[in-house]
């Protein structure tokens, strides 16, 4: 998949996956000045600087309006999409001082979802992602913990194959944690909802497959 990184401005102890010379990358606001820290070069910076004194130099710019409904992350998103990318990362988006952005975030990645992409939010020791009406594959080698959460009011027909607690074509609701805590057990496993969109939590290593 053609894959976009979006670099915030969030804690920067996130983890921090491989990125490759065909990824697009693109700094939002702030995350200009994590991108500089980190030794990241970004290809665009999007944002309304209402954070740092100047838009940044040295790449290309969207400038945006202080007051507006898309969050930074988000219209960078939204560029991204435009661009054709598929596969969205979103890096030093969680924890610092907002929590209300690292919410956005979690948000963001049920916005890519129900469009058919697929997003990551990467925390320190874990990635989170969003899947609608669709699944989520994990080989056998994986190993740690997960948690599913209903993202978006109830979701039907939820089943969670080859882990350690199983569910069968349940209904989970968002006001209900009943898929917190489940865990790898070196079996092939499969999260998949049949009418709704989930949350999957899961170790930074143990990527899905599918």
């Known amino acids: 998949m053609k894959r976009c990184f979006i670099i915030a401005a969030g804690d920067k102890y996130c983890h921090i996956p491989d990125i490759l010379e065909t990824d697009y990358i693109i700094a939002a606001d702030k995350g200009f000045e994590l991108c500089e820290e980190m030794g990241i070069k970004p290809d665009l910076a999007v944002?309304?600087?209402?954070?740092?004194?100047?838009?940044?130099?040295?790449?290309?710019?969207?400038?945006?309006?202080?007051?507006?409904?898309?969050?930074?992350?988000?219209?960078?998103?939204?560029?991204?999409?435009?661009?054709?990318?598929?596969?969205?990362?979103?890096?030093?988006?969680?924890?610092?001082?907002?929590?209300?952005?690292?919410l956005a975030n979690i948000q963001c990645l049920l916005y890519l979802s129900?469009?058919?992409?697929?997003?990551?939010?990467?925390?320190?020791?874990?990635?989170?992602?969003?899947?609608?009406?669709g699944f989520l594959r994990f080989l056998n080698t994986v190993q740690g913990d997960l948690a599913v959460f209903a993202a978006n009011g109830t979701a039907y027909g939820v089943y969670e194959k080859g882990l350690k607690y199983s569910l069968n074509n349940a209904d989970v609701t968002?006001?209900?944690?009943?898929?917190?805590?489940?865990?790898?057990?070196?079996?092939?496993?499969?999260?998949?909802?049949?009418?709704?969109?989930?949350?999957?939590?899961?170790?930074?290593?143990?990527?899905?497959?599918?």
């Open 174 to 210: 968002c006001d209900f944690p009943v898929g917190v805590s489940n865990s790898f057990i070196g079996k092939d496993s499969e999260i998949s909802v049949r009418d709704g969109s989930l949350y999957v939590v899961f170790p930074k290593e143990a990527f899905p497959v599918d």
């Open 47 to 102: 944002g309304d600087w209402d954070s740092v004194n100047e838009p940044p130099k040295g790449c290309a710019v969207v400038n945006l309006p202080v007051e507006k409904d898309d969050t930074d992350t988000l219209a960078a998103i939204k560029i991204g999409l435009e661009k054709g990318y598929e596969e969205f990362h979103i890096l030093f988006g969680a924890g610092g001082k907002r929590i209300d952005h690292t």
């Open 114 to 133: 129900k469009r058919g992409r697929r997003g990551y939010l990467y925390f320190k020791e874990s990635v989170i992602t969003a899947v609608t009406n």
